[in-house]
């Protein structure tokens, strides 16, 4: 990748480096290459309006159809839903049906009361299933494209809205009862005053129609006569001016817009000329830029489902779409290249963990949880199934462990970890009993403690309170009891030792989880609050007790909300909106906790990307700052070897010295999803003390190196605007305010403002590495950098 | 010109220098607010309270801890309990808790033995919750929150603070700052800045500079930037002027011990801090194990619960002797808490489940000195002391904690009794009269 981006100065050709910009400021597409050699061109205006008033009244009798359609694919949807539920109970029947004989017997006896379909046999039932289902998703298949033209179709509209037109007459709209929706009073449209001079050329220009962010747009543009005209003056809006540098190779400039110069009008004429020592200017450049605020959701959801967007992976989304790339990243088909470049792996085995810390004896604590840091670590910056890690640490908090002092669980944590992410995307239910039948948990929690004798309550209390119902769940006291009685039993075995001792010496021993019949509990229980009655069971079938409220408690209401909302703060807003709970328990409803079609409800909500009530709320967590930061500084060791596991315990330790201690977080809540907070005083000022520490050891090269620093030179930047504008682009997703671009901008330069670029010199290179990881620290200590 | 914090740093100077030539405090800043200090130390976890102050008078104690409960008073036996003079025979002492008698022969120490939010809950993360928003909904944020709100008119970054660790009584409409590490604040770089001791706050100045250009989404993240930045200086120059003198008696590097040194050092040198939270640990939730194996199971320091209690003592006593010293006892009311007590019988592994009223305590000047307002423990059929049903299971509780809360806020805080009721939601106040004044 860094290949395909490189430039040689000495050959520098100007459409490459428009490419370069292109890729990396993917939402302002349209690249005018041809236009820059063209003579002064403006935009024609007549033409477009008339045309634009037929393809507005067209495009809302499309509209109108469309939503038609999609009503009616809805509903389809739904029945066939219904259908596949059906199917699979039946399914479902046939297959414990032909587990006993005795049952087995009654079919053959009465099959047809049994039974809705024709065929018993679950051979048969499984086929009809599959067809349903192909059904299914042939029918979404064909609901998503009908999204896909009603969203080209709304596009159109609006950008018809826009167009240079006189005001249409009343007549010419649409008729009403075709729209769901009254139509908006028409816009009076204003036409563009783009028009172009080649004394300064602009390489970014938005085509007619498209709109910029309102947070700010960068014009990236090259002066033609750079050896006369060594600044370029912007006037906006006739009242505003700056100037920026020109660069003395090749001429370039960057001049920014900010929020205040969209406001009112959501828009800013921009008028760019060269000025010469003496005054003297150049001929001008015009530039009509229309903002909208919905035009880049995109980054930011990507911040919500990645650990923060790198210049490569928002062109990729850019050009697959939001939603084929959730699909691929349910998928697990993310680029997984840098990852296992690294060697890290998705699942830990102790042959391995023991491989590769063996040589660490300096650590006072346990090698193993040690390792686990490490890969998570790894994964979470590396990994191109970005989703997947989110999710595992969502699991694992949600299911927190501490390990601190739980020697006796260590040898096993790696593996309580693999199974987050192993099982990321699967069922809730199957998450659930891989937590509770883990060693790790029956040892945190003290269930290997209860026993019919002596009940312990611990675990059975947050089965309930923080895994499944939440606190509101409805249970009482008695509920609780009755609940660690199924559980009794519950516990873990041990297996003698595995063939090597930790660096203390000390045998470790594999344990896994268990069932002892022998302390278990009987009896009946009685669950009011779910209003079952558990069957009590002698032997071996006594887990089957436990089994059976794991599989009730999964699939409980409350545990739907509960876990819908804890998912949708992560993925949305602090103060969950009900429509994503709802929509989350609907689909967890219907597919019986699938996680995919969860996430899907959530991520593919028509308005995830442009309701701006859920934008920019959400302050990043430690861990999510961290990683983040490491991901944009594209953090390496220079042996190839992506993080070492003494970094990722540095990261680590960094990070619990904000609070958010993944590991050793002492209560079974696990850390806090509202990400407010995050927002205190302590956690932020560790964050950022820590933040600034990593970019200066990037900087200081002993031990990692920078991977955006050469990006940056290989871009062939020559004015300190273009830099400043590139890394807070990618560092806060192009969401930063003016006082920020003004900070980095003053400290891109030394004291007499002069601009160390590309520098083979040694001296002037450490220069210009002075400067640039500089303005890297003051980016991470941003407002706009700590925030989704 | 000399920096923010150069100019701070001398300040304080100043003012230590001032209290050698009058022996008296003198105060940098001008003291807004009432001139007093609430300071709540929380032991997360449901802390035994018939194991800090066991009642020993009563034999149902040793039926339903056959294995754990602290043996009656003898000064030869270090896992004894130490008589309380004028409770003898009643309530005694944890020995691990033997710092404290200090305190308690100064009459300035109060015991509550049987506290908390009044009502069944048994769950830590909703009791301590609802125990720190002292509301009936959590929506109104915390009750040191609403304090700030309604009560208090300082406006000083440090008015109130988590020290060490936040805590839910401090959300509210006015942020508060929560203060992990004194130095942790800093955020200056010795990279990214010049002049001697990083004199241009390189680094502080262009993140101010960024929090005045912020826009509304900005808003909160920036309003945190800014009071950790004023807080900054205010902390780690008073952490620094600070010296405890505690009769030989240093703070120790727990939790604990760091967040009551913070509290010290910015009253001596003179902050107006109102309200404080300290944490004192989480690992108070004994479901196993209270005591240590052998015949010294409550004496032996080798035990981490008994040595985080007597370290946590020494710490409080340390405290206690340091505001004496300064002359600021007078202004400090210190309370202990916790989100319940646990069950009065232990269970198969020498440990209790989740219980009802705990024990809380309290010390300061203006505290009485007294054990206020016990409850007894339910009756037991000695011949089946295990079998207890429903309620039988639990210490009840002697009153709500929100009365000692409000007595707080009144009396010692200065705060109007119309207040009170802003305050703390739907509370009506009985007055128990804990406090001397």
Not at chain 1, 13 to 31: D, E, N, Y
Not at chain 1, 206 to 214: C, I, L, R
Request: glycine fraction near 8%; aromatic fraction near 10%; hydrophobic fraction near 35%.
């Amino acid at each position: 990748m860094l290949k395909n981006l490189s430039i040689n100065p000495d050959q520098s050709s100007r459409p490459l480096r428009a490419s370069i910009i292109v890729s990396f400021f993917a939402m302002i597409t349209l690249l005018l290459t041809a236009t820059a050699a063209a003579q002064s061109v403006s935009v024609d205006t007549e033409e477009t309006a008339s045309s634009s008033v037929a393809d507005a009244q067209d495009a809302k009798t499309r509209l109108s159809t469309l939503e038609k359609r999609r009503a009616e694919m809805r509903a389809n949807l739904r029945a066939r839903r219904e259908k596949i539920r059906s199917l699979r109970s039946n399914l479902r029947s046939a297959r414990s049906a032909r587990r006993t004989p005795a049952a087995r017997r009654r079919e053959s006896g009465n099959a047809a009361a049994s039974f809705n379909t024709p065929t018993k046999q679950p051979a048969a039932s499984r086929a009809a299933l599959r067809a349903a289902r192909r059904e299914a998703r042939e029918i979404r298949r064909n609901l998503r494209a009908v999204r896909r033209d009603l969203r080209t179709t709304r596009k159109e509209l609006r950008a018809a809205a826009t167009a240079p037109t006189p005001a249409p007459a009343p007549a010419a709209v649409a008729p009403a009862a075709v729209l769901t929706k009254p139509e908006p009073a028409p816009v009076p449209v204003i036409p563009s005053v783009t028009s172009l001079h080649p004394d300064v050329r602009i390489d970014n220009l938005p085509a007619s129609g498209d709109t910029v962010s309102s947070f700010g747009h960068t014009i990236f543009g090259a002066v033609k006569d750079f050896a006369r005209f060594k600044t370029v003056e912007a006037t906006i809006d006739g009242s505003r001016t700056m100037t920026a540098s020109v660069g003395d190779q090749r001429g370039q400039f960057a001049v920014r817009i900010f929020e205040r110069d969209f406001e009112g009008d959501s828009r800013a004429i921009v008028k760019l000329r060269g000025v010469d020592a003496e005054g003297e200017t150049s001929e001008v450049s015009t530039i009509d830029l229309r903002a909208t605020d919905d035009s880049d959701g995109l980054r930011e959801a990507l911040k919500r489902v990645s650990f923060g967007g790198s210049p490569e992976l928002y062109e990729h989304v850019q050009k697959i779409g939001f939603e084929k790339y959730v699909e691929e990243q349910l998928a697990l088909e993310g680029d997984t290249r840098v990852r296992d470049k690294f060697g890290f792996t998705d699942y830990l085995d102790y042959n391995e963990v023991w491989s590769r810390v063996k040589n660490h004896k300096w650590h006072s604590d346990s090698v193993y949880p040690f390792s686990i840091t490490l890969n998570n670590y790894g994964n979470a910056v590396f990994n191109g199934n970005q989703l997947q890690q989110v999710m595992t640490h969502f699991w694992a908090n949600h299911f927190n462990v501490n390990l601190k002092g739980q020697k006796r669980f260590d040898v096993n944590a790696p593996e309580y970890w693999n199974g987050f992410r192993r099982h990321a995307f699967d069922n809730f239910e199957t998450i659930l009993f891989h937590s509770a039948k883990s060693p790790a948990m029956m040892i945190y929690l003290d269930n290997e403690h209860n026993n019919k004798d002596f009940v312990n309550e611990n675990y059975a209390r947050e089965l309930m309170e923080l895994h499944t119902v939440g606190v509101d769940g409805g249970y009482d006291d008695e509920d609780l009891i009755e609940v660690a009685r199924v559980l009794t039993g519950w516990n873990v075995k041990e297996h003698g030792v595995i063939d090597r001792t930790d660096y203390n010496g000390r045998w470790m021993k594999i344990r896994t989880f268990n069932f002892d019949p022998d302390i278990h509990d009987t009896d009946d229980k009685h669950i009011k609050f779910l209003n079952m009655t558990i069957k009590g069971r002698t032997g071996a079938a006594g887990i089957q007790e436990g089994e059976q409220l794991i599989k009730t408690l999964a699939q409980h209401p409350k545990t739907r909300a509960f876990v819908c909302s804890k998912l949708v703060e992560m993925l949305v807003s602090d103060t969950p909106p009900k429509r994503y709970v709802e929509n989350c328990a609907e689909a967890w409803k219907s597919t019986r906790g699938e996680i995919k079609p969860i996430l899907r409800s959530i991520l593919l909500d028509p308005d995830y990307l442009e309701d701006q009530s859920v934008s920019r709320v959400k302050t990043k967590t430690p861990h999510e700052y961290m990683v983040g930061l490491t991901r944009f500084l594209d953090i390496q060791r220079k042996e190839n070897q992506g993080i070492s596991s003494n970094d990722s315990r540095h990261f680590n330790r960094n990070i619990a010295k904000t609070g958010y201690d993944m590991y050793r977080y002492p209560v079974p809540t696990g850390m806090d999803e509202v990400s407010s907070t995050w927002n205190e005083v302590g956690s932020l000022a560790a964050r950022l003390k820590w933040g600034t520490q990593i970019v200066y050891e990037a900087r200081r090269q002993y031990y990692m190196t920078s991977g955006t620093y050469y990006r940056a030179r290989k871009n062939g930047f020559e004015t300190p605007e273009e830099l400043a504008a590139y890394l807070l682009d990618i560092g806060t997703g192009e969401r930063f305010t003016e006082s920020d671009y003004e900070s980095v901008l003053k400290n891109l330069v030394d004291d007499k403002g002069r601009f160390y670029y590309n520098e083979d010199n040694y001296w002037n290179e450490k220069k210009e590495r002075r400067h640039f990881f500089k303005a890297m620290a003051i980016i991470a200590n941003s407002p706009s950098f700590q925030i989704q | 010109m000399p920096s923010r914090r150069s100019f701070l740093k001398q300040a304080t100077m100043t003012a230590m220098a001032g209290s050698f030539a009058v022996g008296a405090p003198q105060f940098a800043f001008a003291r807004t607010g009432s001139g007093k200090t609430f300071i709540k130390v929380f032991m997360g976890g449901g802390a035994d309270g018939l194991h800090l102050l066991p009642p020993i008078g009563d034999p149902n104690y040793y039926l339903v801890r056959p294995n754990i409960a602290v043996r009656q008073p003898d000064a030869a036996d270090p896992s004894a309990a130490i008589k309380l003079p004028g409770h003898d025979g009643v309530r005694a002492l944890n020995p691990n808790l033997s710092p404290l008698m200090e305190i308690w022969d100064d009459k300035n120490l109060s015991f509550f033995p049987a506290t908390g939010l009044v009502n069944g809950d048994r769950s830590h993360f909703r009791k301590t919750m609802m125990t720190n928003y002292a509301a009936p909904k959590g929506d109104s944020g915390g009750w040191i929150g609403r304090y700030f709100e309604y009560a208090s008119s300082s406006t000083h970054p440090l008015r109130g603070a988590g020290l060490k660790a936040g805590s839910y009584a401090l959300k509210g409409k006015k942020r508060l700052p929560v203060i992990t590490n004194p130095r942790g604040l800093d955020i200056s770089f010795p990279d990214l800045c010049a002049g001697d001791g990083c004199s241009d706050n390189l680094l502080t100045n262009e993140v101010l500079s960024m929090i005045d250009g912020a826009n509304t989404h900005l808003s909160a993240i920036a309003e945190s930037q800014k009071l950790l930045i004023d807080s900054s200086d205010i902390i780690m120059s008073s952490w620094d002027a600070h010296s405890t003198s505690a009769g030989g008696l240093e703070y120790s590097e727990s939790r604990l011990g760091q967040g009551l040194k913070m509290a010290a050092s910015l009253l001596a040198n003179g902050h107006p801090l109102e309200m404080a939270t300290i944490p004192w640990d989480n690992r108070w939730d004994t479901h196993k194990h209270i005591i240590a194996e052998g015949d010294n199971p409550i004496g032996d320091q080798n035990k981490y619960y008994n040595k985080n209690l007597r370290n946590g003592a020494l710490d409080l006593l340390c405290f206690y002797r340091d505001l004496k010293s300064k002359g600021l006892l007078d202004n400090v009311v210190l309370l202990v808490a916790t989100e319940f007590g646990r069950e009065i019988r232990e269970n198969g592994i020498f440990g209790a489940e989740h219980g009802h009223a705990g024990c809380w305590f309290a010390f300061g000047g203006p505290v009485k000195g007294e054990v206020a307002l016990d409850s007894a423990l339910p009756e037991v059929d000695p011949a089946n002391p295990r079998r207890l049903r429903g309620d039988d299971r639990f210490l009840s509780y002697a009153m709500d904690y929100r009365d000692i809360l409000s007595e707080i806020v009144v009396r010692h805080m200065g705060a109007s009794e119309s207040v009170v009721s802003k305050v703390f939601p739907k509370w009506d106040w009985t007055d128990r009269k804990i406090l001397t004044a």
